[in-house]
């Protein structure tokens, strides 16, 4: 079945420092990547996306590459910022249970806390 | 535009009590979902539906009833709330099956 492994938290930076959250996942067929991301007390907010291979999703400084041969979809940003403390979810969007319904797949979520 | 709204946000219940959880979108959005989010667990998928008057079962279906009786509306339902059903309730909708989803604010639900 589908599944998505990223790194275990949590991750703490100080300010301007540079920042990868790695993520890899396994699937059936040609899944679409994404990243949420939950600040505290809130929902899940889309941080960015890529559809295919090579694609790169960016937002907010925020940047991931869909890499098809090392199946991964690794969130990075070169500088982060105290707002960015939430924590950080890789999800895929692919089919399940043999049919033609899609469900996002969830990683287990990375804790970021970045400190002044 | 107030995206995906969810009621009550915090409830505290006793063992074998009931209650729903409402789930409302105005983006005319087919799919609608519910997750629970656990620690360490990530988010998992208890029910969804692909249109109104359709449900389906996730990955953890045991002990919820969901119905779509109008196209905006989610309901998910605990008839019999069991401590093991404390967790943090996420709906969420989205306009196709394999784009991103919009997640509401959450229902924190204890069960005592």
């Known amino acids: 079945g589908n599944s998505v492994t990223q790194m275990e938290g949590p991750v703490t930076l100080s300010e301007e420092a540079f920042l990868t959250i790695n993520c890899t996942y396994t699937a059936t067929g040609y899944p679409s990547l994404f990243w949420y991301v939950q600040y505290p007390g809130e929902g899940l907010q889309l941080l960015l996306k890529?559809?295919?291979?090579?694609d790169k999703g960016s937002n907010k400084g925020f940047e991931a590459t869909y890499r098809k041969e090392t199946t991964s979809f690794h969130l990075e940003k070169g500088s982060v910022q105290v707002s960015d403390s939430a924590v950080y979810f890789c999800?895929?969007?692919?089919?399940?249970?043999?049919?033609?319904?899609?469900?996002?797949?969830f990683g287990k979520g990375t804790l970021l806390t970045v400190n002044p | 535009n107030a995206g995906v709204t969810q009621t009550p946000k915090f409830r505290v219940l006793k063992t074998g009590q009931s209650m729903t959880l409402l789930c409302a979108q105005d983006?005319?959005?087919?799919?609608m979902y519910w997750y629970r989010q656990d620690p360490g667990m990530g988010l998992r998928l208890i029910h969804y539906?692909?249109?109104?008057?359709?449900?389906a079962k996730g990955e953890v279906p045991d002990g919820y009833n969901v119905s779509r009786l109008k196209k905006q509306n989610f309901l998910l339902g605990l008839e019999s709330a069991a401590p093991s059903q404390t967790s943090v309730y996420f709906c969420a909708s989205s306009l196709r099956p394999q784009w991103e989803a919009f997640f509401g604010q959450g229902t924190r639900l204890t069960v005592v």
């Open positions: 890529a559809t295919k291979a090579d």
């Open positions: 983006m005319n959005h087919e799919y």
């Open positions: 999800a895929l969007s692919d089919q399940w249970s043999g049919g033609s319904n899609y469900k996002l797949t």
């Open positions: 539906s692909v249109g109104e008057g359709t449900t």
